[in-house]
């Protein structure tokens, strides 16, 4: 017995979320402070180029 499922034609969301370069939030450092609400988040970039949030 076989099956044979219908191909739906999917085509990605228009991107409507606010994009940022990490770069330009760290203005050429490997750091930014991002605050939300009465909280203070530090954005790190490793040398690996991946990205770290903490509290």
């Given at each position: 017995?076989?099956?044979?499922?219908?191909?739906?034609?999917?085509e990605p969301a228009?991107?409507?979320?606010?994009?940022y370069s990490a770069e330009?939030?760290?203005?050429?450092?490997d750091q930014a402070?991002?605050?939300l609400g009465d909280k203070t988040y530090t954005?790190?970039?490793t040398r690996a180029d991946?990205?770290?949030l903490t509290k």
């Open positions: 017995m076989s099956f044979h499922l219908a191909k739906e034609t999917m228009p991107n409507t979320l606010p994009t330009d939030l760290t203005k050429g450092s402070q991002i605050i954005l790190r970039i991946k990205l770290i």
